[in-house]
């Protein structure tokens, strides 16, 4: 039994860390912030995830999908990133579509980042 509790433990500590990665964005040149870095902790991750489930946001739909890379169609409109979303991404715009949040530079329509 207490060989059980300790493997338990481990597996919840191995999952634990796994989930508390930072991720770090550096877009390319074509999204007009080259060299940029982005950094979004933990605790910003859940709280994105917590408002579009709070929300009950509705995904934008497009005849093609919103990818990291490509131009969001002008038709479709950006939304303000709220501030409580991080420092590190309020300069930003985003996207809801294909139940995934979309960083879009607002200057050039560019997704920069897939918020998973």
Known sequence: MKKLLTLAAAA??????????????????TTGTAGATIRIEPEYRTKIKSYVTERKLRPVETREKIVVGARVPTEVELEAVPSDWGPSVTKYRYVYSDNRVMLVDPATRTVVHEID
């Open 12 to 29: 919840s500590l191995v999952a634990t860390m796994a989930n508390a990665q930072t991720t770090v964005i550096t877009p390319d040149t």
